[in-house]
Structure formats: C-alpha cells, structure tokens
C-alpha cells in the first residue's frame, strides 16, 4: 500500500519538477543570452536612436520645403486678391513652425499605448522590454543590462510618440492640400498655380512615402531579439502579460496557445488568427461566418475597382492630382539601401601578347532613380598561361572602372563606362604608380539582368560591351567584352 502511495506521489511531482526544471532552464537560457547587453539592448537602442533622429530631421526638412511652396503660393495671390491671401494664408507659417517644434521636443505621455497599423514585431518589443521593466529578477546576472533597460524602453516610447506626432502633421498637410486646391481652383488663370499645387503634393507623398520607410525599418527584427523572444515565450508570466498589454490581445484577444511551438517567435499563425476572427463573430450565430465573408468578398470587388479607377485617372503612376507623376522609390530609402554591390568575370583567350586572362571585377553602384544605377569599381587580372602545357599564374594587369546602367524596358539596360587599364605583368604595387603605362578605355553596350531566388545573389549581369577606344591603344586589345556580373 506505501509503495502504491509512493508511486502516485512520485508521478503527480514528477510534472510539476519537470515543469519547474523547464521555466528555469528557460530562465538561465534568457539570462545567459542577456549577459552581452552591447549587442542587444545597446545595439536596440542605438537602432532606435538613429531612426528618432532621421524621422526628426526628415520631418523638418519636409516641413520646411511645404512652408516654402505654400510662402510661393500667398506671394502670388496677394497680387490678385489679397484678401482670398490672407483669410487662406494667415497663421499657416506659425502653424509649419509649431509642428515643427512638436516632433523636436517631446512634451507629451511617451508611455501611452500603441496605435494605428499594427505590426508584429513592434508590438513584441514593446511588451518584452515592458516585461522586463517590471521583472526586473529576471536579469540579476547583469546590472548592466538592469540599468540600460530603462533608457531603452524610454527611447522605444519616445520614437512612437513621435511617430504618433507624424500621423498628426500628415493628417493636417493632407487637409491644406485639400484646401489649396479647392480655394486655387477658382480663379480663372489657377493653372498658374498648378505648380505650385504639383510641387506640394510630390513634397507631401514622399513625406508620407518616407515615414512608412521608417516604420519598416523598425518593424524589422534582428536574430538577437528573435532569439530573446523565443526564451521569454517560454516563460508563462510573459505570455500571460502579452495577453493583458499586447496591441493583437486588443483587437482579437490572444488565443490560449499563444507562443506555443507551433508559432514563430511567439507571433500568431494564420490559423490562430482565423480562430480568433471566428471566436468573435461567433456572438453572430450560425450565419455570422457566412455574413462575414459575404461582406469580405463585397469589399474585395470594390477594392478592385477602385484600384481600375485609379489606374485609368492615374495610369498606376502617380496621385490623382498628378496623373504624369512618377515616383523615385529611392528618393526616401537610406544612403546605405541605395547602394549596390557586385562582383564580374571576364574571360580573354591568350594572344601573341597575353596569356589566357581573367578579370575579376567589384563595383559599388549607388540607384539614382527607379532607372539608373552610376558606380566605380576596380579589377585584377590574372594570367593562367599560354595553354594546358603552359598554366602559369601571374599578375597580368589591374583597372579602375566607372559604369552607368540606365534601364530601357524592365531587364534590359544601357550601359556605358570609363575605365583607366594596366595591360602590364606586374609583380608589385610600386609598378602601378607609372600613370603612364595605364590605357584608356571607352565602353558603350547592353545589359541584361537575371533575378535569383538566393539571399547572398541578388541578379545575374550579363554585358556586351564595345571598347571604341580599343584601336588606339598599343597593344591593341579586344574591341568587344562580354562580361558575366553578380549583384549582392
């Protein structure tokens, strides 16, 4: 009977110590995780403090540009009525100021809760470093890291504030763009004020288009906090705070098996979602799903055509208002996201003067527009011999390059270049200094390029380039270049 006893007992702990030994595994799992603070929170912190500062100065900079096209507009209509001036234009530049200030200095609640679109990751990081702010325990191996959670999550609210503050400037330029074509509209010479019109419109969609680059980039999680997101879901006090606090408990309320193996980082799967959506228009009865999907499928439809009538006033290429404006996607993209990298080879059979030669090539382009790409690069050409009898690896020459790729019809581009060549063997970099030895080379081509489905290999660069500086040069090279690229 004790044995009995001592078998039932031993299999209602077992559970429980086995429950017990996987909190705390996860628990030394997170701290030892969190023990390098540099590279989570320093590094969060600093993304975030970046971001702050770009939304703040892009901010003003747009501001001030809107302050000085509407500055144009007032000058102008003072010359034909005055009055219609003042009454449209009085204040508005205090008003460009006052905004101005607002998204500088943060004066508001910065603790406030998340709105607008929701995005995933945004929303776990806000409840992570609010956990962690109030479980502090849990990161009693690194003071450290206890004294920079404060000023992270602090930076965390102060960039949504002012994310929140730009939702509020573009509601107000949206209402004076309104305004302006309204009141501009009734004169009887207001397509002189149509570029004026034009011009403030482009300013407030790159605004705009500038800010959702922005909230992407936050959006955008790194394998550190991934990996931090996974260890704190296995904790039950996390997933039970994100169930009271989360932006996604507010709008559905999260499912019993949030942040169970099944998910990814603790995010809902689509069939969770689909639960939820069920359980809340269950209240509706039987026909409730079938109501809701009927109106889904009515909404889709004049979705669809409303996107025919935007493309018929706009022809898919601009704002309404503008119907022959064309975007520059990368006007609102970072320095650093505009640049691309490649590498090329290029083959040259031997000749009474060379071996067999292969160029291997790097270049950096930057993206001017949606079309043209201009970038420098450089080569190395090594030499393999005469033939199969001969292979001898050598140093056969070096060149400085410069391109330009302007496209024509979706992966077809123009190419042209110029690039300074030492057709020389060398055996060291003293001999490259001779500015004398390097040749001229002028190219003109076409350019296909080739997406691939890799994430190191962006597109395949394929070139056919003419040399029409080839016949001046002693010894004379190949006129024509085929060259096979890759872009990163």
Not at 142 to 168: I, R, V, W, Y
Request: glycine share 8%; aromatic share 10%.
């Amino acid at each position: 009977m004790r044995l009995q006893l001592a078998i039932i007992c031993l299999l209602m702990i077992a559970p429980a110590c086995a429950f017990s030994q996987k909190v705390d595994t996860a628990v030394a799992q997170l701290e030892h995780v969190l023990d390098f603070p540099n590279h989570f929170l320093a590094k969060l912190q600093g993304k975030e403090q970046k971001l702050d500062e770009a939304l703040t100065r892009q901010t003003e900079k747009y501001l001030e540009k809107l302050a000085r096209r509407e500055k144009k507009m007032q000058n102008k209509l003072e010359t034909k009525d005055s009055a219609a001036a003042q009454r449209l234009f009085t204040g508005v530049q205090e008003k460009y100021r006052e905004l101005e200030n607002k998204v500088e200095v943060i004066n508001g609640d910065i603790s406030r809760s998340l709105s607008g679109e929701y995005r995933p990751y945004v929303d776990s990081l806000k409840g992570a470093l609010s956990f962690l702010q109030n479980n502090q325990q849990l990161l009693a191996k690194s003071p450290l890291l206890q004294s920079q959670l404060g000023p992270a999550l602090t930076q965390f609210n102060q960039l949504q504030f002012k994310l929140q503050t730009t939702d509020e400037i573009k509601q107000f330029i949206s209402k004076r763009r309104q305004l302006l074509k309204e009141q501009l509209q009734r004169y009887v010479d207001a397509t002189g004020y149509k570029k004026y019109l034009d011009d403030y419109n482009k300013q407030v969609y790159y605004y705009s288009a500038q800010i959702k680059e922005y909230r992407e980039m936050l959006n955008d999680p790194d394998k550190m906090f991934k990996k931090a997101l996974t260890l704190l879901n296995h904790l039950p006090d996390f997933k039970q705070f994100m169930k009271n606090n989360s932006q996604l408990s507010g709008l559905f309320g999260v499912a019993s098996d949030y942040g169970s193996p099944t998910g990814i980082d603790g995010l809902q799967t689509r069939d969770q979602v689909q639960q939820l959506i069920q359980g809340q228009v269950g209240s509706g009865g039987t026909n409730g799903v079938a109501a809701l999907q009927s109106n889904l499928q009515s909404a889709h439809q004049q979705l669809d055509q409303f996107k025919d009538k935007l493309n018929a006033l706009g022809g898919g290429s601009g704002d309404i208002d503008m119907p022959n404006f064309k975007r520059n996607e990368q006007k609102t993209k970072p320095f650093l996201k505009r640049l691309q990298y490649g590498s090329n080879l290029q083959t040259t059979r031997s000749s009474y003067f060379f071996p067999t030669t292969t160029d291997i090539g790097f270049s950096l382009g930057y993206k001017m527009g949606n079309k043209g790409i201009v970038g420098i690069g450089g080569s190395y050409k090594i030499g393999w011999g005469k033939d199969i009898n001969h292979v001898q690896v050598t140093s056969e020459g070096a060149s400085i390059r410069s391109f330009l790729d302007w496209q024509i019809k979706k992966n077809f581009y123009a190419s042209g270049g110029f690039e300074m060549n030492y057709q020389q063997p060398f055996t060291g970099l003293q001999q490259l200094y001779n500015m004398s030895a390097w040749q001229q080379s002028g190219l003109i081509g076409a350019t296909k390029m080739v997406s691939l489905r890799s994430k190191v290999l962006k597109q395949t660069k394929l070139q056919i380039l003419w040399d029409f500086l080839s016949y001046y040069q002693i010894p004379r090279s190949q006129a024509f270049k085929f060259r096979v690229g890759y872009n990163f």
